[in-house]
């Protein structure tokens, strides 16, 4: 009877995730079909898929596991909108559905490390275009930080505390297929082993 259970699991199991693959492209598609997508449909991203992406963001590597990283999501037009007209390059979240300002939080960098939370918190927003791409979505990286007076807005707009760096803004939405992948692969930036 325990035999027949597990074999019966293990069948089950195979045929779950051969349905996870097969419905899913594998991830050197996703890596080389990701796209900065800034032409949206109307349709809504839901708050469970703005959810997938920010735990995507979250299992990035980060500096002494330190995690550094703090998101605000943001689905509100209003904020949209006062965001896009706020940011010299974000006039596509006029159009987008939803945001994720990926940001750092001061309280959990290290004096021993004090810039790599820019590394960790980039790392987090790779993910979550990615698998933005991966899940049907379009994504765009609009960046804030350095510049400190992009800070500045997002800041006051969204109300963060002074520990709270914003680094970027991830405008999200269901791509309308106007934006196209770039082949970017170029030989002549790569060497092998060291300079000659």
Partial sequence: MNKLFVIVLFVSFGIFAFAQSDTLPDILTVIHSRKSVRNYTEELVSRTQLKVLVKAGMA???????????????????????LANKMMFGNMLNYASAAIVVCGDMRNVTDALPKFWVQDCSAATQNILLAAEGTGLGAVWIGVYPNKVAVKKVRKLLNLPKYIVPLNIISIGYPDGTDKPKDKWNENKVIWNKWE
């Fill in 60 to 82: 990035a590597p980060t500096a002494m596991n330190k995690q550094p990283w703090f998101f605000v999501v943001i689905d509100d037009k209003e904020i949209l909108s006062t």
